[in-house]
């Protein structure tokens, strides 16, 4: 039988046919409200071009709060090691990432949102994990932060195969750093340690209530009229995570550099108890015993 070949103008039409296919899909995943989350404040309720509204604009929190610990800081990542900066470089893109997705619900602000939030754990988990937690066939940190690096790319690779399902993923990590964070402090006898652990302990409580309450009890609030528990939950979580990542930096410099010997205080005050929590170092390199 012979085989009728398409003419030159139909494989341009093809391929331009293709090329538009692809087009509409890129565009797509950019779209407004192409995302398959869709949080309890109504959309477009206070602006025609922001979907939503409030839990956007409570999403400046970390362009707050993410400098001044970067500030805080300082004295701690300068001795200890500069790549913690990188915690609050990364909370800065968090926020600007939550910005985006929740002003347009799109399926790009929501990977881009809950990706960098993975980033931030795992470069916690690189700086801050115990040695003495190491699984066995790890021998430093160098090869540990690998280990955090090659599980990481992974695990943001498969967040795309089902991504509704990523905000549960990330917050079961909260549940293994509590259990590590328990295991560190049961010999501790220091009170202002023992204060700042309930502190970021109920603060998390806090935000996580209100994270379930949004996502499941959306009738309810909408009955009550107050459907801003998510934006809560911004606020909540940026000021859990100060004095959570204070709390283990505390800790990781009792161990690793305990010749510097760091304290807690907070800012802007030290005797104001809803300030920001932050190390200070009282020794110094010159304090440390060498044989």
């Given at each position: 039988?012979r085989?009728?070949?398409p003419?030159?103008?139909?494989?341009?039409?093809?391929?331009?046919?293709?090329?538009?296919?692809?087009?509409?899909?890129?565009a797509?995943?950019?779209?407004?409200?192409?995302?398959?989350?869709?949080?309890?404040?109504?959309?477009?309720?206070?602006?025609?071009?922001?979907?939503?509204?409030?839990?956007?604009?409570?999403?400046?929190?970390?362009?707050?709060?993410?400098?001044?610990?970067?500030?805080?800081?300082h004295?701690?990542?300068?001795?200890?090691?500069?790549?913690?900066h990188?915690?609050?470089?990364?909370?800065?893109?968090?926020?600007?990432?939550?910005?985006?997705?929740?002003?347009?619900?799109?399926?790009?602000?929501?990977?881009?949102?809950?990706?960098?939030?993975?980033?931030?754990l795992?470069?916690?988990?690189?700086?801050?994990?115990?040695?003495?937690?190491?699984?066995s066939?790890?021998?430093?940190?160098?090869s540990?932060?690998?280990?955090?690096?090659?599980?990481?790319?992974?695990?943001?690779?498969?967040?795309?195969?089902?991504?509704?399902?990523?905000?549960?993923?990330?917050?079961?990590?909260?549940?293994?750093?509590?259990?590590?964070?328990?295991?560190?402090?049961?010999?501790?006898?220091?009170?202002?340690?023992?204060?700042?652990?309930?502190?970021?302990?109920?603060?998390?409580?806090?935000?996580?209530?209100c994270?379930?309450?949004d996502?499941?009890?959306?009738s309810?609030?909408?009955?009550?009229?107050?459907?801003y528990?998510?934006?809560?939950?911004?606020?909540?979580?940026?000021?859990?995570?100060?004095s959570?990542?204070?709390?283990?930096?505390?800790?990781?410099?009792?161990?690793?550099?305990?010749?510097?010997?760091?304290?807690?205080?907070?800012?802007?005050?030290?005797?104001?108890?809803?300030?920001?929590?932050?190390?200070?170092l009282?020794?110094?390199?010159?304090?440390?015993?060498?044989?």
């Open positions: 039988m085989q009728i070949k003419s030159v103008g139909e494989l341009v039409m093809n391929w331009k046919g293709r090329d538009s296919h692809r087009s509409a899909g890129m797509g995943v950019f779209a407004y409200e192409s995302s398959e989350v869709d949080w309890c404040e109504d959309n477009y309720r206070h602006s025609e071009t922001v979907v939503e509204y409030f839990n956007t604009m409570s999403s400046f929190i970390f362009f707050v709060v993410s400098p001044i610990m970067l500030y805080l800081f004295p701690y990542a300068k001795e200890r090691n500069l790549a913690v990188l915690v609050w470089f990364m909370m800065i893109f968090v926020g600007l990432f939550s910005m985006y997705f929740h002003m347009t619900l799109s399926y790009v602000g929501q990977m881009l949102d809950e990706i960098s939030i993975l980033w931030v795992a470069i916690g988990y690189a700086l801050w994990f115990p040695r003495r937690h190491f699984p066939f790890i021998k430093d940190r160098s540990f932060s690998w280990m955090v690096l090659v599980i990481t790319v992974a695990t943001t690779l498969s967040s795309f195969v089902k991504p509704t399902a990523n905000a549960y993923a990330l917050n079961c990590f909260a549940i293994h750093i509590l259990y590590s964070l328990g295991i560190e402090l049961r010999s501790c006898t220091d009170q202002r340690v023992l204060r700042l652990a309930r502190v970021s302990i109920g603060l998390w409580v806090l935000a996580i209530s994270w379930i309450s996502r499941f009890g959306c309810l609030w909408q009955k009550l009229n107050f459907c528990l998510h934006g809560i939950w911004h606020i909540l979580i940026v000021v859990a995570t100060a959570g990542s204070t709390l283990i930096a505390y800790l990781d410099a009792n161990s690793e550099i305990p010749y510097s010997l760091p304290d807690l205080q907070y800012w802007p005050r030290d005797n104001w108890a809803l300030g920001l929590p932050y190390i200070v009282k020794g110094t390199t010159k304090t440390q015993k060498r044989c």
